[in-house]
Structures are given as structure tokens and as C-alpha cells.
């Protein structure tokens, strides 16, 4: 039987903490000053010979006097003081890396509390709730800084994620609806005892009525996901003609429901996705069509201001409140508190439109008309 070799780990090296890195950063500068005076004492101290009480400049030669004791005695005496002096110096270099090191620790643990409350703060938001926030208070320094940055981070994700609660919520009643809506065609046509040939043929119309609701449902969020994934290729293309298919594609509906289209397209050439832009103008004119009143109008207009590519498409619908013009560009909002209507919209065209800018790099300006209606301008950035 063969045996695996056997693998030699590495010892696991005990990673230092950056508490315990500040102490010895703070008592190895702290040791390296004392050394320093030290030395600087003992270079500039006077160049002065001690033995047994008797003193001799250098500077001026003399001959030697006697002194009251042996020379031996005198020399003994100095290096057991000498000695005395080393035991003392150590000991005093021993009391100061010790004093050192406690006091760096005292140190980094004060400088270092504002980072143990961020992190033990941002470790119960990421496990509870995103609700709670930082909220630290002191001088504007750079934990300060820090602090109020993650506060920021902290309330962008609660809304990101309350949208995206908010989104699924509302897909899921979109998706329901027709497909509730559907079934319930089919079932009192089942149950119809008298049912004939014509009432079930109008019972299956209703339910691909419905289905084909469903369809174009599924059709728009597939868009507006395909559009917040972003641009891989950026190829270019001109506003002009991408207006002029979106207007032709959206006639026979403005026919319909007698809506004037007026166009006025200069060449506006731009770069990105052509299919992306194809989406964007699909909806403004056909939001712009069908929100709008009977035998009212459509402007478009295209053309380059200042080397970007922009476009302007109005309307004469009802009155938009400025307060409700933000919702509006929101997934599955509508201008009024009714959430199912009967005119082929689902409240994503305007939310498609937003994501698409946004993946572009372009500013959305909307405005609405004192009189009604709702003018969007959409400013794409210059051709690199």
C-alpha cells in the first residue's frame, strides 16, 4: 500500500495586533531618544580625570604629586565604582524599556479605542439590521472621518436593499396578477354549464390577452436587468435615427388614441450600446404616448449642445407633481395610487430609462409642465 508523502506545514506565525506593533513602535522611539541624550551627555561632559581626590588637567602637562594613598587603592576604587555605575545604568535601562513599554501600550489603546467601536459597531449593523449607525462624536479627525464615511455606505445599502425588497415584492404581484387574471377567465368558462363555442373562444382571447401582459412584463424586467449589468462594447451610433425608428414604431398607437407626434431630429451622434439606446427611446416615446390626453401631443427633438448628444421628448399628459417626479423613474411606480391599469403599462419604462443613463455615464433632467405633461432630457457625455 503506498503512503501519501507527507506534507510539511509551516509553523503558523502569531500575527502581532496593531496595538501590540504601536507599543513597541512607541518604546523602541522612546528607548532610542533616551540612548540618545545619553550619549550626547557623555560626548559634551568635561574631559575631567577622578582618582583617589586628586585632579590633573590634560590640556597642560605637570608632573605628578604624591597623594595621601597608594596608587593601588586609588585604582580599585575606580573600577568598582566604574562597575557600580554599569550595574546602575542597566538596571536604569532595564526600569526604562519596561516604563516604555507600558506606556506605549497606554498609548496605542487610547489612540486605538475610536477603532475598536467602529468595528465592534459595524460588526452588530452587518449582523442585525442596517437601521443602527455609527454616530461618533469628538474632534474631525481621521476616525472621525472614517466613522461618517461608513455611515454613509451604511444608509446607501439600506436603501439599496429596502429597493430591492421592494422590487421583488412588487414583480411578484405584477407576475401574479395576469396569471391570476388568466385563470380565472378559464375557470368560469369551465364552468359554465351552457357554455358554447363563442363564449369559450372569448375566454381563451382573454386569457392570451393576459398572457401576453405577462410576456411583456417579463420582457421589461429582462431589460431592466440587461441594462443596470452595464456596457461591455461601446460602438457609436446617432440619436437622430434611433428617434426616427422610435416614432415609427409608436405611430399607429398615437393614431389610436389621437396623439400628435411632432419630431424635430438633428443628427446627434453618441457612443454606447445601440441596443441600450434603442430601449431608452422606446420607452420615453412610448411612456410620453401613452400617458398622455386625448388629442394631446409628443415633441422629440434631437440635436448636439456642447459636443453631447441630447435628446428632449414631452408630453401633454396630467399634471405631475414635483414631488412625484422622482418616484416616477422608480420600478413599478405610477403617477396616482392605482397599481393595475388596462393601458399596457407596468410602471418599468421610465425605471429602464434611468438605468440605461446610468450605465452610460448621461444626465436625466426631468421636468414638468405647469399645464401638464412631463418634459425628460437626456444628455449623453462626449464621443472620446
Known sequence: MLRRPRVLRRPRVPRWTLRTQLTLLYAAVFCTSAAALAALAVIFKPNVLVGGGCTAAPSVPQPPEPCGRPAHASVAGTIAHDARQNVAGLVMVAVLIVLALGVGRLIAGRVLRPLRTITSTARDISARDLHQRLALDGPGDEFRQLGETLDGLFERLEAAFQAQRNFVANASHELRTPLAAGRTVLQVALAEPDATAQTLRSACEKALKWGDRQERLIESLLTLAGSERGIERWEPFDLAGIARKAVADHRDEAERRGVRIDAALEAAPAAGDPALAESLMANLVGNAVRHNLDGGAVEIATATTGG?????????????????????????????????????????????????????????????????????????????
Do not use: K, S
Request: no cysteine; proline share 13%; charged share 20%.
Open 308 to 384: 453631447r448628444a441630447v435628446v428632449t421628448v414631452g408630453n401633454t399628459g396630467p399634471l405631475v407633481p414635483p414631488d412625484e417626479v422622482d418616484r416616477l423613474f422608480q420600478p413599478f411606480q405610477r403617477l396616482g395610487v392605482q397599481r393595475v391599469r388596462h393601458d399596457g403599462g407596468h410602471g418599468l419604462g421610465l425605471a429602464i430609462v434611468r438605468a440605461i443613463v446610468r450605465v452610460h455615464g448621461a444626465t436625466l433632467t426631468p421636468e414638468p409642465r405647469p399645464e401638464g405633461g412631463l418634459d425628460i432630457t437626456v444628455a449623453f457625455p462626449p464621443r472620446p
